[in-house]
C-alpha cells in the first residue's frame, strides 16, 4: 500500500520518533510512504535524509485553509490508498482529503480533545481508524465524544534490542560521572507536563537526608531557563545537568540507578520503557498511560501526580535498597518486550488494512 503520513508540527518530539520508526518498518515490508510535514523541520530532514519523499507542509493554526488546500493538492499528486494523521493540528486538516480516500489519525496524549463534545465528534468522524497509544489517550477521546468502538489501542514503541545494550560503567566514563555517585535520570522534552520541577525538589529533599544524587536531564524545551533559575535557587547546579538534545539516550539512562518519569500528564510514558529496557527501575507518576506502562512494585514505583515528597521517598528506596532495584530492573526489561517498534508498527498496519478492506467491502468510518 502506499500511504501519506501527516506531521505539520515544526518540532521534533517522541511521537515524530514514532512516525519515523513506523515510516521505516512499513518500506522494510514492502510499502511506500510519503510524508507531508515541514520540509526544513527535524522530522523532514531526518525522513529525507533516509530516502523517504517528503512533501513541504505547514499548517499555522486548526483548519488552516492553506495547509487544508495544500494537504489536498498533494492527495490527488500521490493518490496515496490512505492518509494517516499524527497530529491534532493534521486531524484539522482531515476535511480537505479528497471525497472516499481513506484516513486514519492517531491520539498520543492523555488529556481530551479540546473543544465541545459536538465538535469533537464530528472531527474525529472525518477519518475512518482512529488509534490511541494508551487505554488512557482512548478514555480521554470518549470523554468528549468519541466512539469508543471506532478506537484502537496501539501501543508506542521503542528500539527494545538497542537499550538492552545499557553498559554502566561505559556510560560513566563517557558522561565523566564517578562509579558510586547516586544517578537520577530523566528524559523528555523540558515542559511543565513533564515534571521536571517536582523531580528537582525531590532531588533537594534526598540532599537534605543525605544523598548527593546528580540528576540527569536529556531534552529540550521551553522550560529550560527556568528549569537552570530553579536549579540554582535550590542550590543544585551543580547536581543537575540539563544536557539539551541529544540523539542517543541510551548512555543517559544506562549511567542511572533509577529513571524518573514525574509526568503530570503522559499519554503513555516511551522514556519510562527505555529505561525498562535498559534494566533500570523506574519511578513515575500515577497519571495517563504510565498506569498502563508500569505495574507499582513489580517494573516499577508509581507515586501520585505532584507529590514531591512520594518522589523523593520513592527514589530514595530504589537507591538505597539494591534488591529492590534489580528486582524491579530486571522486570522491566521483560515488561519492555511488549513495547517494541515491530509491534507498534504491526498494530498500525492492522489498522490500515482494516479500513481499507471496509472501504472495498462498502463500510466507512469503522
Same mark, same amino acid.
Given at each position: 500500500?502506499?500511504?501519506?503520513?501527516?506531521?505539520?508540527?515544526?518540532?521534533?518530539?517522541?511521537?515524530?520518533?514514532? #512516525?519515523?520508526?513506523? #515510516?521505516?518498518?512499513?518500506?522494510?515490508?514492502?510499502?511506500?510512504?510519503?510524508?507531508? !510535514? /515541514?520540509?526544513?523541520?527535524?522530522?523532514?530532514?531526518?525522513?529525507?535524509?533516509?530516502?523517504?519523499?517528503?512533501?513541504?507542509?505547514?499548517?499555522?493554526?486548526?483548519?488552516?485553509?492553506?495547509?487544508?488546500?495544500?494537504?489536498?493538492?498533494?492527495?490527488?499528486?500521490?493518490? /496515496?490508498?490512505?492518509?494517516?494523521?499524527? !497530529? $491534532?493540528?493534521?486531524?484539522?486538516?482531515?476535511? %480537505?482529503? /479528497?471525497?472516499?480516500?481513506?484516513?486514519?489519525?492517531?491520539?498520543?496524549?492523555?488529556?481530551?480533545?479540546?473543544? !465541545?463534545?459536538? %465538535?469533537?465528534?464530528?472531527? %474525529?468522524?472525518?477519518?475512518?481508524?482512529?488509534?490511541?497509544?494508551?487505554?488512557? =489517550?482512548?478514555?480521554?477521546?470518549?470523554?468528549?465524544? #468519541?466512539?469508543?468502538?471506532?478506537?484502537?489501542?496501539?501501543?508506542?514503541?521503542? !528500539?527494545?534490542?538497542?537499550? @538492552?545494550?545499557?553498559?554502566?560503567?561505559?556510560?560513566?566514563?563517557?558522561?565523566? +560521572?564517578?562509579?558510586?555517585?547516586?544517578?537520577?535520570?530523566?528524559?523528555?522534552?523540558?515542559?511543565?507536563?513533564?515534571?521536571? @520541577?517536582?523531580?528537582?525538589?525531590?532531588?533537594?529533599?534526598?540532599?537534605?537526608?543525605?544523598?548527593?544524587?546528580?540528576?540527569?536531564?536529556?531534552?529540550?524545551?521551553?522550560?529550560?531557563?527556568?528549569?537552570?533559575?530553579? =536549579?540554582?535557587? &535550590?542550590?543544585?547546579?551543580?547536581?543537575?545537568? &540539563?544536557?539539551?538534545? +541529544?540523539?542517543?539516550?541510551?548512555?543517559?539512562?544506562?549511567?542511572?540507578?533509577?529513571?524518573?518519569? /514525574?509526568?503530570? =500528564?503522559?499519554?503513555?510514558?516511551?522514556?519510562?520503557?527505555?529505561?525498562? $529496557?535498559?534494566?533500570?527501575?523506574?519511578?513515575?507518576?500515577?497519571?495517563?498511560?504510565?498506569?498502563?506502562?508500569?505495574?507499582?512494585?513489580?517494573?516499577?514505583?508509581? #507515586?501520585?501526580?505532584?507529590?514531591?515528597?512520594?518522589?523523593?521517598?520513592?527514589?530514595?528506596?530504589?537507591?538505597?535498597?539494591?534488591?529492590?532495584?534489580?528486582?524491579?530492573?530486571?522486570?522491566?526489561?521483560?515488561?519492555?518486550?511488549?513495547?517494541?517498534?515491530? $509491534?507498534?508498527?504491526?498494530?498500525?498496519?492492522?489498522?490500515?488494512?482494516?479500513? &481499507?478492506? =471496509?472501504?472495498?467491502?462498502?463500510?466507512?468510518?469503522?
Amino acid at each position: 500500500m502506499k500511504v501519506l503520513h501527516v506531521d505539520p508540527e515544526h518540532t521534533f518530539g517522541g511521537g515524530e520518533t514514532q #512516525v519515523l520508526a513506523l #515510516v521505516t518498518h512499513l518500506r522494510e515490508h514492502g510499502h511506500a510512504s510519503i510524508l507531508a !510535514t /515541514p520540509s526544513t523541520g527535524e522530522l523532514g530532514t531526518r525522513a529525507a535524509a533516509n530516502g523517504f519523499v517528503v512533501e513541504d507542509l505547514r499548517a499555522n493554526y486548526g483548519h488552516d485553509l492553506r495547509g487544508g488546500v495544500r494537504l489536498r493538492r498533494l492527495c490527488q499528486a500521490h493518490r /496515496p490508498d490512505l492518509v494517516h494523521l499524527h !497530529t $491534532a493540528r493534521a486531524l484539522s486538516l482531515a476535511a %480537505y482529503r /479528497p471525497a472516499g480516500m481513506p484516513g486514519v489519525v492517531t491520539r498520543r496524549m492523555d488529556y481530551p480533545p479540546r473543544g !465541545t463534545r459536538p %465538535y469533537v465528534g464530528w472531527l %474525529y468522524r472525518q477519518v475512518d481508524g482512529i488509534i490511541a497509544v494508551s487505554h488512557a =489517550a482512548k478514555a480521554a477521546m470518549v470523554a468528549r465524544g #468519541v466512539e469508543a468502538e471506532r478506537v484502537t489501542v496501539v501501543p508506542s514503541g521503542v !528500539t527494545v534490542d538497542h537499550f @538492552a545494550l545499557a553498559d554502566r560503567a561505559k556510560a560513566r566514563a563517557e558522561l565523566q +560521572i564517578d562509579s558510586e555517585r547516586p544517578v537520577v535520570s530523566i528524559v523528555g522534552s523540558l515542559h511543565s507536563r513533564k515534571g521536571h @520541577a517536582v523531580l528537582f525538589r525531590a532531588v533537594a529533599a534526598l540532599q537534605k537526608e543525605g544523598l548527593d544524587v546528580l540528576c540527569l536531564a536529556a531534552g529540550e524545551g521551553p522550560e529550560h531557563e527556568a528549569l537552570e533559575s530553579q =536549579a540554582r535557587s &535550590l542550590g543544585m547546579s551543580d547536581r543537575v545537568r &540539563l544536557l539539551g538534545h +541529544i540523539e542517543d539516550v541510551l548512555p543517559v539512562l544506562a549511567a542511572a540507578d533509577v529513571v524518573a518519569q /514525574p509526568s503530570l =500528564a503522559e499519554g503513555l510514558g516511551v522514556a519510562a520503557v527505555e529505561g525498562m $529496557a535498559s534494566a533500570r527501575p523506574v519511578v513515575a507518576s500515577r497519571v495517563g498511560g504510565l498506569m498502563e506502562t508500569i505495574r507499582h512494585g513489580v517494573e516499577g514505583l508509581l #507515586v501520585p501526580i505532584g507529590d514531591e515528597a512520594a518522589l523523593a521517598s520513592a527514589l530514595a528506596s530504589c537507591l538505597r535498597d539494591s534488591e529492590l532495584s534489580g528486582r524491579l530492573g530486571a522486570a522491566g526489561r521483560l515488561r519492555a518486550a511488549q513495547f517494541s517498534t515491530e $509491534a507498534m508498527a504491526r498494530g498500525n498496519e492492522a489498522v490500515y488494512e482494516r479500513v &481499507l478492506s =471496509a472501504r472495498s467491502s462498502g463500510g466507512s468510518n469503522s
